[in-house]
């Protein structure tokens, strides 16, 4: 089934969906819609790289060759290149400043001391009262 179609990264990407799941390999793209139910990882794992080039993934997983010989009846064409977003850089969360829970926090610590003393000295003071001499 292996073809000479050039898709643009777009088109690949909005094939996304159990019924319809396009996957880039490689720079190489596979319409795995009929090896959903069988994909040993379950249909997640392919939909988890869809929208993406996963090639990285997939040489993570280290597949066997009679997995890699499989692949190509899967195989409906090439990927633009040039139609692949640049890889973004990290950028760190938004924080909330850290001063608004420190009150919460000390509260907590304070708690978490002074109740279990609390319990220690309410089960002893009923010891002692309630001890017969």
Sequence with gaps: ??????????????????????????????????????????????????????????????????AREMMEKYHIGQIDASTIPVKRTYVNPQQAPSHVDKDNDFLIKILQFLVPILILGLAFGIRQYTKSE
């Design 1 to 66: 089934m292996a073809s000479d179609k050039v898709f643009a990264f777009e088109e690949v990407a909005k094939h996304n969906v159990t019924k319809d799941c396009w996957i880039i390999i490689a720079g190489k793209v596979y319409d795995v819609t009929p090896f959903m139910d069988e994909h040993p990882g379950g249909d997640e794992v392919l939909l988890a790289v869809t929208g993406k080039d996963a090639t990285a993934d997939f040489e993570d997983i280290g597949h066997s060759d009679s």
